[in-house]
């Protein structure tokens, strides 16, 4: 068992998750965006902000960035501006979404002028890597219709595949094209990439550096998560995760918030294929809306959350597992899954962070440092950031 | 046939189908909401599109408000304006989910001084139902929470139950109270009144004149909606439909866009249940987005998709229907329900309208009229009718 | 926190789950029933599995039948058989699914002669009550339909209506109708019984001793349960749960094993309307299959989920969610409930279980017992008891 | 227009469906299996029936066995028997789900013994092949877990993939193996193969005689199943249709019952890829069960569906849908769709058959025929046939 915590310590403390810029600014729902006191009005405070979720929790050294919504001038300064807070840039986050001309689509819309401009964009994604020495491009596309009929589905791949194909050549070596899928909206009829299987698809025809990314909340009702996972990881194009949860649709909320057993059970399929450390190259990611909470809190919440599972996942006794589903041991092999599930893991936490120098209740500790009531009086003019407008 | 012929279009010719104002003004996704030429900047200009569907369709002669998205100094002279144009004023629908004080609820929020605002407005809504002269009041609260704990269900219960007996009883003799449900959204968690059940319950509590308002898109996946249909025609507690569909949630397409069937079916259990006549009392309203396709064309696709649905519910021959479903035979009952459905009933309602001196073909004239390039260029300057901004 | 404990101790050990007869009968899929060794060939070597969950887990001390597959020429030696062996016979459930003559419905068929053998099963079925002494008629009906059009949805309706209330006026005055609902399964296109509104509304207009049980696999995707249990508790008309789970439709998986937080909500809900006690009336009742683990163990492995839920339940801090809750604190009032989910609620189980002379394991002692191979050995011959056939 | 209808009806003439052997013995839910007179006892007697279909539709002119079911001694005297009656052996079912060694698994199963005898079966299949001639192995696999922890998702593929391997270095060249996906049931956690991306990866894998099969009823609620079909056609991966309906789960309803508009849009996709006809190499099954309505005439009614939503799919004006789509108009596109749909066919249809020497009204026929009564008084002892058992 020593030797047990030994190991899982360890793991936990490489465990690197990365945080989203966009989760420090306004959100909301189409009915209503409800202002909240303290939003970061640029890139910079967004930055103070994730770094501050990275201090309290240890774990989350990254923070991704939107385009355009996290554009300046000098992304070597943004860069060196994060390294002092102690946390770096991370994936890009193209937005081909926001523009009027997008109305009907962006790199699969039937005119081919604003096809162009859709790809300008992610071009134009790939040259702010290229500046903040991000590794990965994430693309997730609107791009969709919503009446039948509305356009021609297999033409729509081919603009999708071209689009994809043009920017996957403009990729560095050491660059990667992350894809992601959604089911439905803000399309409602039909979305371009509406599963992992297309995805998949189009990213084995790129070629190596093309992967595919799961967001846990973009999948039809039933869906099994972690078999994608498992399936993904055995064929090689597991790029990444966009955490976060979901009751009913893509409802955003904080991963682990509506169903902590699942996140659990995708855990287990990282930490089963040895896929958790970052050597492994799979990104963690969160890609959420704090619409109604207090938003760092819900961020170093969520964080948590994330540690919790994988610490539970850690947990799983391998060889007991794999010798009762060997022996076809139903009750047996779901006992042992159960049994770390149902271990409290947060004395075992508490313990990492003091040991990592950290508080070891992040959420108190990022109450009791008077970081938000600052910010707040601090953040009074300009206009608070949110999702584009 | 001849009979039957005269029967339904009889019943065709007294059909009345609500449009809604905020449906002419831009709307669309969290994500975006993509601006459109020509949108009206008021109340007044949302009435004169309104009036436009009624023009070339002929079964759409009320309009629906939106409070306080379509608050006026002068009730009076809105519906004198209305009544000029060949319309009249319909239902009052309340809005309790655009102010910042509503973001733990209205009527439901823990804050006894939120849930007196709320109350306040919609007491407002029924004093402009007098000034109107609108019949109905349209209640949907976006009420909910999205986390487990967030808030007490049963204390939000009481909560929803006081206001909607405060309202009530405000109501004047001729005045009805329709009460909306919805799954999810804004709230992800749980909403307070998320499915028919809730509704009928409170409007079982409240009275006569409380009645539950069936929105076509607010159910979860799988949901016989005219099933529905039927026990609250059975129970006396129909008030109304806001008509719209969905493939996926809450989509707000055109109504019969996505299942032509399903709204075909629904019409069969008005017509069966003879609940199709304005003297039954049923409210059948639109309430939809047209976030990419041209708002006022599309009201009339719309208007025309119910006209269509209810036109073949008409066809049935329900005397051979009784029959089949009496004898048992499954093949044959499914027979006589599906040989309305394939009936093309187009022809007959080109015929209709020009009996009514109407275009048979109301999109084409609509097209041909000239109207959306006169507001188009007529409509510059000020700001666009939307939600909520 | 010594007191809590005590508390939470006491409220444990006066739990009371129900298993059911058929639990330890071969039950499959459409597509095959796979046979288990050792399964019981009448009703009292079913009472006997049933009597063997209970003296491992000491909270399931009645067992549910089901009739026609328990009827018994004498209901007095069958229970008079269960109390020797420590159980009591519990709720008595009908079936009107499984004759030939109701393969187009049984209460809502539109034979009056089929709708009258169905309501003389269910006459025969109180009869039973008389004899076994048991307090609860659990109504689940199959009745529905496959084909739009096939029958009258009104007319099924009044079917429905006039069979329960004739069911109804033959009940004793300590006797109780439990209505369940079901979203589909056997019937595809409509039951006639879909959803806690239809069930609570005929319970309504029946009296005081009709009410509701939730079959937790028995709803459309996305629907939350504990809403439905915390309106029901508020409304009074909760008479108990069929529990099992689900992760797609109605899996009939053991309870808890899908989405153990789900369960946790749900008995959050019973806590804090004080309805877990037995005098409160709420009937805990597992209703599964397993088609392919163990019986025995199974049934054990549930009761000590539904345990495991409860002790969590039991431990929210009720005065600090309440405090949160009222201020508006949404994060702090999910740790809260998150608090009492995270704890490991197993050392606690094992020393109750001590304290009332049972084995702290359960599942280990029924292993080591030996009695799965004795009845393996002893059911040799006969026919299994299955579902039905 | 003449020009049109004679394309149209050349295209329908051409069209072939094929019945299923298994559609005209008794089926039924998990719950009862309702027996009916005249259902046939062997394989021959099923393609009797099968034949029969034929005479009256003239577009179903093969029949699908399933393997054990469809077991003979001789199968060309079966082929023989079948082409005497106008019909000639299609595809082959392979069924690995009624053994009793396949209760956790066929060719996934843990047991290396098992995913033997499951390989001897597909093999076997193949072997039945090679004396029917026939083009098609259909494989779909109840394989899955029930439980977390049940057994090792990626070990699962890994032994999916040996076993598919095997099967198809088995195949003569003009034969194909197609490979079916299925979200859940009797596999209630996860399945090996949950959609069309998992049976498309490995098709991939295997080269260009596998391709993936659609199951109409086998997806989430909410999947576009034409983008699945226009995906794969666009990938040369599309092999067949196993078409039924469904309003839940896996309904296995007629195909066209519940959502004839998807049926359209469907067969749209096939028609604009021009891929209906048989030259294009796309099987068009019926895969369903009629467990309450007589199913003869049932697989005739699903015949007209689906003959009924190819005219309409055929009907739709493809130049004025491509410039309606490339100028963006998203009501004219979708206008152009719901011309075609809206139009009745079934004169037009009526006319083909009578061009063919058929009845005009193929249900009419076959009810007037007298086959029905004739079988009934025929089949009289013996076993019917049914699933599996």
Chains 1, 2, 3, 4 share one sequence.
């Not at 491009?137 to 033409?155: E, I």
């Not at 803000?186 to 025809?205: E, K, N, R």
């Not at 972690?226 to 990881?233: K, Q, S």
Request: with cysteine; hydrophobic share 45%.
């Amino acid at each position: 068992m020593s030797e047990t915590r030994a190991r899982v310590l360890a793991a936990l403390r490489e465990q690197r998750i990365e945080t989203a810029s966009w989760a420090f600014g306004n959100s909301g729902t189409r009915f209503k965006v409800f202002a909240q006191e303290g939003v970061p009005r640029n890139p910079y405070e967004k930055i103070a902000d994730a770094a501050t979720v990275h201090r309290f929790t240890g774990v989350a050294p990254t923070v991704a960035l939107h385009i355009p919504w996290d554009k300046v001038d000098d992304y070597a300064d943004l860069a060196a501006y994060a390294k002092e807070r102690g946390v770096a840039l991370g994936a890009i986050n193209a937005n081909v979404f926001q523009d009027d001309d997008f109305k009907l689509g962006s790199v699969t819309h039937p005119s081919p002028a604003v096809r162009a401009k859709a790809l300008a964009h992610l071009v134009e994604c790939v040259d702010i890597m290229d500046a903040t020495g991000s590794r990965d491009l994430k693309l997730w596309f609107s791009d969709g219709t919503n009446y039948p009929g509305q356009d021609n589905v297999r033409a729509r791949q081919d603009r999708l595949a071209s689009a994809l194909s043009a920017v996957y050549d403009r990729l560095g070596d050491q660059q990667r094209m992350l894809l992601e899928y959604k089911l439905f909206e803000p399309a409602f009829y039909m979305t371009d990439v509406p599963d992992w299987g297309t995805a998949y698809a189009h990213c084995l025809s790129l070629g190596d550096r093309a992967q595919v990314v799961i967001d846990t909340g973009h999948h039809a009702p039933g869906t099994n998560i972690e078999f994608i996972v498992a399936f993904l990881l055995r064929a090689g194009k597991l790029g990444g995760f966009d955490f976060n949860s979901r009751f009913y649709a893509d409802d955003d909320l904080m991963v682990g918030a509506a169903d902590p057993f699942q996140l659990f059970r995708i855990m287990c399929e990282i930490v089963s294929a040895d896929a958790l450390a970052p050597a492994a190259g799979i990104a963690f990611m969160l890609d959420q809306c704090h619409n109604i909470e207090p938003k760092i809190q819900a961020v170093i919440r969520s964080v948590l959350n994330v540690q919790e599972a994988t610490a539970k996942a850690l947990l799983v006794d391998a060889a007991a597992l794999d010798a009762a589903q060997r022996a076809g041991d139903v009750l047996e092999a779901n006992e042992v899954l159960m049994d770390a599930y149902q271990t409290d893991v947060r004395p075992m936490l508490r313990e990492l962070r003091a040991d990592m120098g950290l508080d070891p209740d992040p959420v108190g500790a990022f109450k009791r440092s008077g970081y938000l009531e600052s910010v707040t009086s601090a953040r009074v003019g300009g206009s608070a950031a949110g999702w584009g407008a």
